[in-house]
């Protein structure tokens, strides 16, 4: 196996940055969903407002989320926000554990990408591995994955929600692909995973499978509309 893509969020729910390499830490890729987008009633999120999806997040040299090339805080970025959020929607930057929606890492797998037949984006991963076979992917949980320094400890297989069905390109849905997730993979494909220990990778590593002896620290998030299973496995659900 073989680390064959690396993303960040910096603003939750908008698109991604490709990256060449990262620096995980215990609180996962450093400068991951620092931001997010927040409404009258709480955080908004892809699954109702699919136009966030297309916006460009990234990361300035000077390490702050960036938001169409506008820094996050700048009366340029709150506009392009309330454009695609709606009403009331405003940007907050909040770096606590419940920023992510199960853990802090999102591992996809090539071979089950592969089976999905569509865009890797439409995932949202952290980390995509290659030269794993499709069937190997729901066996993975319970194992840890090493990739030099850094281990990543894998917990369950992610239960997927509407945005897979959104183009990340064109905010478009296509209820065909989620309806896909369901039928071949029985709605759960990529893997909640958390980092036990941090280290640099980089596109290109190499990654082995190895036990793993540890629990994560905090399991929970921001998981909101249709139901997940996670609170069949003792995870917090947050409306």
Request: charged fraction near 20%; include cysteine; glycine fraction near 14%.
């Amino acid at each position: 196996m073989h680390v064959s893509g690396l993303w960040r969020y910096p603003v939750k729910s908008l698109a991604g940055e490709e990256l060449q390499s990262a620096d995980l830490t215990l609180d996962g890729v450093a400068g991951d969903r620092l931001v997010h987008v927040s409404g009258p009633r709480g955080p908004l999120t892809g699954r109702t407002r699919y136009g966030l999806l297309t916006v460009a997040g990234s990361t300035g040299p000077d390490g702050v989320p960036y938001v169409s090339g506008h820094r996050w805080d700048s009366a340029e970025a709150a506009e392009i926000i309330l454009q695609n959020g709606g009403p009331g929607a405003r940007l907050v930057a909040d770096a606590g554990p419940d920023r992510f929606d199960v853990l802090n890492l999102l591992v996809a797998t090539d071979g089950a990408v592969q089976r999905f037949g569509h865009d890797v984006r439409r995932l949202r991963p952290n980390l995509l591995l290659a030269g794993v076979p499709a069937e190997l992917e729901p066996t993975m949980p319970g194992q840890a994955i090493a990739i030099g320094e850094a281990l990543i400890g894998v917990h369950s297989v992610r239960g997927r929600c509407v945005v897979t069905s959104i183009d990340p390109d064109t905010g478009e849905q296509d209820m065909d692909v989620f309806r896909r997730i369901h039928a071949v993979f029985g709605g759960e494909l990529a893997l909640n995973s958390w980092v036990i220990r941090p280290g640099i990778v980089r596109v290109g590593d190499e990654a082995s499978l190895v036990s793993l002896d540890a629990e994560p620290d905090h399991l929970g998030g921001w998981i909101v509309g249709a139901p997940y299973p996670y609170a069949r496995k003792g995870l917090r659900r947050r409306s």
